[in-house]
Nanobody, 117 residues
Framework: QVQLVESGGGLVEAGGSLRLSCAAS????????MGWYRQAPGKQRDLVAG?????????ADSVKGRFTISRDNAKNTVYLQLQMNSLKPEDTAVYYC?????????WGQGTQVTVSS
């Protein structure tokens, strides 16, 4: 089992920046791809950015050039970050950390990001 805990959400004005972090614990050796998803009220949960064990990244078109995903494989923990710059009101959502393993997918509890206009 993998446990994920997000932090770093909050309220920011349009054009501002936030950095989200996710700490993974448990069976971290089994983690392959990790990613950030977001879900706005009344909408489905969508992929924002993903990163493989080899560091390959992919981004939703709406965040390309503004968001950067990174991953740090420490001894007992895996840290996943999302640097969000030039934030827009449409980026407002609950952001979730995600980790894929051969045994299934783990999700964090989510962190709220609100961008005011």
């Amino acid at each position: 089992q993998v446990q994920l805990v997000e932090s770093g959400g909050g309220l920011v004005e349009a054009g501002g920046s936030l950095r989200l972090s996710c700490a993974a614990s448990g069976s971290i050796f089994s983690i392959s791809t990790m990613g950030w998803y977001r879900q706005a009220p009344g909408k489905q949960r969508d992929l924002v950015a993903g990163i493989s064990t080899l560091g390959r990244t992919n981004y939703a078109d709406s965040v390309k050039g503004r968001f950067t995903i990174s991953r740090d494989n420490a001894k007992n923990t895996v840290y996943l970050q999302l640097q969000m710059n030039s934030l827009k009101p449409e980026d407002t959502a609950v952001y979730y950390c995600n980790a894929d393993t051969p045994y299934g997918t783990s999700w964090g509890q989510g962190t709220q990001v609100t961008v005011s206009s």
